[in-house]
């Protein structure tokens, strides 16, 4: 028995280390995605309601945008000594986003719906990491109403925002002489809150500040196993717990405008040190919990991209970094995270009657990173992601 109970505590110990991160997403609309998702200062586009909702205290109306991102994402993995490698087999992402707002006078309100965390990775089921992850999988849908003012060149603006989140999990189980499974399927939810400055600082300068608070996602759900016989009251079918806890973001960003061209940055803070931890808790005393040390720290981005106005047609560009919260120490296949480049193209078109529809590509490589850590995989990382982007606005009048 003390036998059986060491080994399923060490088979399980990874069950839950599916993680959050590298897992922001800023493919957050079609207009910014093509200035490299530099839009916190931005205001003649719905996706403010996301960016910064205090730049559309500008009594400009009605503004209507939705829009979808389609994701490819590919993750390799290479053996130290070279004797093996593979690659993960994610399929698309399709993470949509909508934003509405209205504004009037010095007043507006507006709703920002999209998801601003998510990813995961599906590797082979028999690849050589398949006892610490088969997959993962993170969705994190946010609502978030925001209310504003106007107070001559300074706007204002706060509200709620509601997370609704989905973790599943699919991990292999090595007994040893024999192998099995365990798929953890698991949804939550939290509320948190936002605000938001946005100022005319000078005759073609605008400057935004916004901040999202943390959400600590309570999980709850199903653990299914499939195990020997000998295991069979330690992991039976049952109920399973965890918390996870999505950052705190500070955004500062800047739009300079000189006649039809217009030059954009954001420098993000991203609060990723509040990822101490994971714990799997589950139902059974029998079964022993799974805790995975992550010891993330913060991070700091950078965006920036220009735009160009001719005749109806907008053009853009942009790069970014983006580095990764995780330290190598910990690096593992269930979240093979590193640091993030990227470069960005789009255009948008007016169509007439205040409709404009617009379009991104985004090319993004994850730099390579290798284990460190003794007690996992050995094994380097690299990879990919390329995204494309539509999106249709509407606001009549203009």
Known sequence: MIRTSFILATILAAAGTAHAGG???AQQSATAGGTAGAGTARTDD???AWFNPAALADGGGLRFGIGLTLAFPKVDARAMDGSWQTSTDSGVKTPPHLYASWAQGRWMASLSVGVPFGGGASWPDTWE???EIVSTNLQVFRIAPAFGYRFGRVRIAAGPQLDLATLEITRGLDFVDTEGTVDLALSGQALGAHASVFVEAADGLDVGLTY???TQVA???DADFDAPDEFAVKTSDQQASSAM???DRFVLGGRYRYGDLAVLADIDLTLWSVNEELIIDFEREETPDAVTANQWKSTVGLRAGAEYGYRGWVFRSGGFYDPSPAPQDNLRPTSPDS???GATVGLSRRLGSGVSIDAFYEYMRLIGRSTENMDTLQA?????AQFLGVGLRLQPGR
């Open 129 to 131: 990491g398949r006892h």
């Open 219 to 221: 999980f709850a759900g």
């Open 23 to 25: 897992s922001a997403l």
């Open 46 to 48: 719905a996706s403010a």
């Open 339 to 341: 640091n993030r480049i």
């Open 212 to 214: 999202k608070s943390r």
């Open 380 to 384: 380097e990382y690299s990879g990919q």
């Open 245 to 247: 806890t999505m950052p």
